[in-house]
């Protein structure tokens, strides 16, 4: 009887989790498995590839584009960095003297990004280009031969800006939600500004730090416009050869090895980030 | 021998086809003038063709015709005109930007017996042969099209459609040297020009390989029209080692224009239509065709197989193909050509065909429309050997594609 009385009580959780679940295993799960089927078969020329549990295409997929696979992190993971450097003293600002221009400020934040992405970074191949006046000024200061674009700089640079806004606005939202008094009360307890920053404002802003990070690396990660138009043949990131993969060699096999390591990677590494840095963050 | 030849006839063919292309530029009083003999001509409607494909769209359709070109191509005004003269409704889209990118969208379609939206598209002649090749379009209503007998006879029977019942030809042109002469400071003639030191890292390459390699290839005397893995090798090579002394600044589709406009590139390989269209804003931006020779390509119109059959094609084949149009385009400018080989031969051209922003791609040659991708297959060949990461693994080939699209619709039409 009692048995009986439990058991769609048991199942109330698992009908509330279904939509959700459902959602995951339509536009999750059957496109990751269909890669996946993708990425262990044979290309065929000019047909669709058949499926025969090939494995060698992730190991061809690893020697030949190791090197663009370390650029990729390389260059997700310093912009990544910078856009924290440039992102939070900006958020903090706002967040802290912002007063009634808050909304403002950030509106002029996100603004230039209703732009195209791919307009704004073909934009930057003039600012920086050959004969603009930012070139001339920088070849001033560091030499006659520095130029911007065709060089790693100019890629970071590319996708730290382009993704800046991704940073700043989860920092942004994590700041505004502390009440700033407590920097008071840290004064008052003989803190020096400086410490109750460190021990009070930035602890309680890390999870806005995390979902940032995470925000600009993970896209970062996987771009290949920056390095398109603002980098050179020595620049290029994984996402460049996922796509010509595809779209001009038609090696859909190759092609989705590459993106489900690139998959794995940016996982582990994301549990990795999340287990050192996250979980304290996400818990306070 | 053969090169002066097939330069020759590049030169006469561009003529022609510059004659034909005043039709949509010169304005529509041509095309309107034409148009009534024409319709009179297929005014027959409804004949049935089984088509072949399934997907439900083998119904006949005469009211509807679908044209997938690319951009810039067509005098807008025509597609009204068109669509006021003949009563059908003309969707004509600028969806085309490069060769494998499109072919990859089709492939998976059209590989299943399949059909596809547009009624009629617009490959680069290699591509056309390899759909063609494949069985994947359908012939011509040649009947419907009694102008396309006015074509040059080396283009009725084209090598990449022997029996000339699929194709027919829209536009041509060439890939040579585009340079901006306010960086270089002197003319550019040859390859080997590009490879100067003091442009290091200023110069672009196209993405499109039977245009690079083709051109690199003919300054380093490989036989382009009989390419082989090895004879190709010598050209990869020569490119490999301008992109590893750091050389070549880019790959590019058709945006290496704003690079050579800005003076980011001082040279670059590029196409004789787009630096006619842009000589006119900049003048100091010059084509030449290299002295070891260029590269022809030419651009043609198809059907997709198993489509919707009507008239309406038969009506915009005919519409283009139409001789004795003579009036000179205020886009045309001379250019200097020079001579292949070691005849010397240099020869004034005036054309302005081939309008700019589009990508695309040729050599005149036989063994790639039969094998299109013989340069893929010599660089993965290359892959697994002595020497990985050719060009940074082939991915950097041709990189430019997803991109040119998008590029291609922000661009302004």
Redesign the interface.
Request: charged share 20%; hydrophobic share 40%.
């Given at each position: 009887m009692a048995g009986e009385d439990r058991k769609p009580a048991r199942l109330v959780p698992w009908a509330l989790l279904s939509p959700g679940g459902l959602w995951l295993a339509l536009f999750f799960l059957v496109p990751v498995l269909a890669l996946v089927k993708i990425a262990l078969s044979t290309p065929v020329r000019f047909q669709d590839p058949e499926f025969s549990w090939d494995f060698g295409n992730f190991g061809t997929a690893l020697s030949d584009y190791g090197a663009q696979f370390g650029r990729s992190f390389l260059y997700a993971g310093l912009a990544t960095v910078l856009a924290f450097a440039i992102g939070y003293p900006l958020a903090y600002c706002v967040a802290a003297y912002g007063g009634r221009w808050k909304d403002l400020l950030i509106g002029l934040v996100v603004i230039p990004f209703f732009t195209s992405f791919l307009i704004r970074t073909m934009a930057w191949t003039s600012i920086l280009g050959e004969r603009s006046f930012v070139t001339k000024i920088a070849r001033g200061v560091l030499g006659d031969g520095f130029t911007f674009t065709g060089r790693s700089w100019g890629v970071v640079g590319g996708l730290t800006y382009n993704f800046l806004p991704f940073m700043i606005l989860p920092i942004y939202v994590a700041l505004e939600k502390i009440d700033f008094r407590l920097t008071e009360a840290a004064g008052d307890l003989y803190a020096t500004p400086v410490a109750g920053f460190w021990r009070v404002i930035f602890p309680l802003s890390l999870p806005g730090v995390f979902a940032g990070s995470l925000l600009v690396f993970i896209p970062a990660a996987g771009d290949f416009i920056n390095a398109r138009f603002l980098g050179s043949p020595d620049t290029t990131m994984i996402g460049s050869v996922v796509q010509d993969q595809f779209l001009v060699q038609l090696d859909y096999p190759s092609a989705a090895a590459l993106s489900l390591i690139l998959m794995g990677i940016i996982t582990v590494a994301v549990l990795v980030y999340s287990k050192l840095f996250g979980t304290e963050g996400l818990a306070a | 021998m053969r090169d002066e030849l097939l330069f020759r006839q590049a030169v006469e063919t561009s003529r022609a086809l510059t004659r034909r292309r005043f039709l949509r530029t010169s304005g529509l009083a041509a095309g309107a003038a034409g148009l009534a003999p024409l319709l009179a001509a297929c005014g027959s409607d409804s004949d049935s063709d089984s088509a072949s494909g399934d997907g439900g769209a083998a119904k006949q359709d005469t009211k509807n015709l679908y044209f997938a070109n690319w951009p810039a191509y067509i005098d807008e005004e025509t597609v009204d005109l068109f669509e006021k003269a003949s009563g059908i409704s003309f969707k004509y889209t600028e969806e085309y930007n490069d060769n494998?990118?499109y072919?990859?969208k089709i492939?998976?379609l059209l590989?299943?017996g399949r059909s596809i939206d547009p009624d009629m598209l617009a490959p680069t002649f290699w591509m056309a042969g390899?759909l063609i090749s494949?069985g994947w379009v359908d012939k011509l209503p040649l009947d419907k099209i009694p102008n396309a007998k006015n074509l040059r006879s080396s283009l009725q029977k084209p090598t990449w459609d022997p029996t000339g019942e699929y194709s027919l030809p829209w536009q041509s042109g060439f890939a040579g040297i585009a340079y901006n002469e306010q960086?270089t400071g002197r003319a550019l003639t040859s390859i080997d020009d590009l490879w100067d030191p003091a442009f290091k890292?200023?110069i672009g390459v196209l993405s499109e390989m039977r245009d690079t390699l083709g051109l690199i290839g003919l300054s380093e005397g490989v036989d382009i029209s009989k390419p082989t893995a090895k004879s190709l090798q010598k050209a990869i090579d020569a490119l490999q080692e301008q992109?590893d002394s750091?050389q070549?600044?880019?790959?590019t589709g058709n945006d290496y224009m704003?690079?050579l406009t800005?003076?980011?590139f001082a040279a670059c390989i590029g196409w004789s239509g787009d630096i006619a269209q842009l000589s006119k804003d900049s003048p100091e931006l010059k084509f030449v065709i290299p002295e070891s020779g260029g590269t022809l390509w030419s651009d043609t119109m198809v059907i997709p197989q198993g489509v919707r059959r009507g008239d309406g094609r038969g009506r915009v084949h005919g519409l283009r193909v139409r001789p004795g149009e003579r009036r000179p385009h205020r886009g045309l400018r001379a250019v200097r050509v020079a001579g292949r080989g070691g005849t010397g031969r240099a020869a004034q051209a005036r054309w302005g065909f081939g309008s700019a922003r589009r990508q695309r791609a040729a050599l005149p040659d036989r063994g790639l429309v039969q094998e299109p991708?013989v340069v893929?297959t010599a660089l993965r060949g290359r892959?697994?050997g002595a020497r990985?990461?050719v060009?940074?693994?082939?991915?950097?080939?041709?990189?430019?594609?997803?991109?040119d699209r998008?590029?291609g619709d922000?661009d302004g039409r």
């Amino acid at each position: 009887m009692a048995g009986e009385d439990r058991k769609p009580a048991r199942l109330v959780p698992w009908a509330l989790l279904s939509p959700g679940g459902l959602w995951l295993a339509l536009f999750f799960l059957v496109p990751v498995l269909a890669l996946v089927k993708i990425a262990l078969s044979t290309p065929v020329r000019f047909q669709d590839p058949e499926f025969s549990w090939d494995f060698g295409n992730f190991g061809t997929a690893l020697s030949d584009y190791g090197a663009q696979f370390g650029r990729s992190f390389l260059y997700a993971g310093l912009a990544t960095v910078l856009a924290f450097a440039i992102g939070y003293p900006l958020a903090y600002c706002v967040a802290a003297y912002g007063g009634r221009w808050k909304d403002l400020l950030i509106g002029l934040v996100v603004i230039p990004f209703f732009t195209s992405f791919l307009i704004r970074t073909m934009a930057w191949t003039s600012i920086l280009g050959e004969r603009s006046f930012v070139t001339k000024i920088a070849r001033g200061v560091l030499g006659d031969g520095f130029t911007f674009t065709g060089r790693s700089w100019g890629v970071v640079g590319g996708l730290t800006y382009n993704f800046l806004p991704f940073m700043i606005l989860p920092i942004y939202v994590a700041l505004e939600k502390i009440d700033f008094r407590l920097t008071e009360a840290a004064g008052d307890l003989y803190a020096t500004p400086v410490a109750g920053f460190w021990r009070v404002i930035f602890p309680l802003s890390l999870p806005g730090v995390f979902a940032g990070s995470l925000l600009v690396f993970i896209p970062a990660a996987g771009d290949f416009i920056n390095a398109r138009f603002l980098g050179s043949p020595d620049t290029t990131m994984i996402g460049s050869v996922v796509q010509d993969q595809f779209l001009v060699q038609l090696d859909y096999p190759s092609a989705a090895a590459l993106s489900l390591i690139l998959m794995g990677i940016i996982t582990v590494a994301v549990l990795v980030y999340s287990k050192l840095f996250g979980t304290e963050g996400l818990a306070a | 021998m053969r090169d002066e030849l097939l330069f020759r006839q590049a030169v006469e063919t561009s003529r022609a086809l510059t004659r034909r292309r005043f039709l949509r530029t010169s304005g529509l009083a041509a095309g309107a003038a034409g148009l009534a003999p024409l319709l009179a001509a297929c005014g027959s409607d409804s004949d049935s063709d089984s088509a072949s494909g399934d997907g439900g769209a083998a119904k006949q359709d005469t009211k509807n015709l679908y044209f997938a070109n690319w951009p810039a191509y067509i005098d807008e005004e025509t597609v009204d005109l068109f669509e006021k003269a003949s009563g059908i409704s003309f969707k004509y889209t600028e969806e085309y930007n490069d060769n494998n990118e499109y072919f990859a969208k089709i492939q998976p379609l059209l590989s299943k017996g399949r059909s596809i939206d547009p009624d009629m598209l617009a490959p680069t002649f290699w591509m056309a042969g390899r759909l063609i090749s494949l069985g994947w379009v359908d012939k011509l209503p040649l009947d419907k099209i009694p102008n396309a007998k006015n074509l040059r006879s080396s283009l009725q029977k084209p090598t990449w459609d022997p029996t000339g019942e699929y194709s027919l030809p829209w536009q041509s042109g060439f890939a040579g040297i585009a340079y901006n002469e306010q960086v270089t400071g002197r003319a550019l003639t040859s390859i080997d020009d590009l490879w100067d030191p003091a442009f290091k890292g200023k110069i672009g390459v196209l993405s499109e390989m039977r245009d690079t390699l083709g051109l690199i290839g003919l300054s380093e005397g490989v036989d382009i029209s009989k390419p082989t893995a090895k004879s190709l090798q010598k050209a990869i090579d020569a490119l490999q080692e301008q992109v590893d002394s750091g050389q070549i600044k880019q790959f590019t589709g058709n945006d290496y224009m704003d690079d050579l406009t800005q003076g980011n590139f001082a040279a670059c390989i590029g196409w004789s239509g787009d630096i006619a269209q842009l000589s006119k804003d900049s003048p100091e931006l010059k084509f030449v065709i290299p002295e070891s020779g260029g590269t022809l390509w030419s651009d043609t119109m198809v059907i997709p197989q198993g489509v919707r059959r009507g008239d309406g094609r038969g009506r915009v084949h005919g519409l283009r193909v139409r001789p004795g149009e003579r009036r000179p385009h205020r886009g045309l400018r001379a250019v200097r050509v020079a001579g292949r080989g070691g005849t010397g031969r240099a020869a004034q051209a005036r054309w302005g065909f081939g309008s700019a922003r589009r990508q695309r791609a040729a050599l005149p040659d036989r063994g790639l429309v039969q094998e299109p991708l013989v340069v893929r297959t010599a660089l993965r060949g290359r892959r697994g050997g002595a020497r990985r990461g050719v060009l940074e693994g082939p991915g950097e080939l041709s990189r430019a594609t997803g991109l040119d699209r998008a590029r291609g619709d922000g661009d302004g039409r």
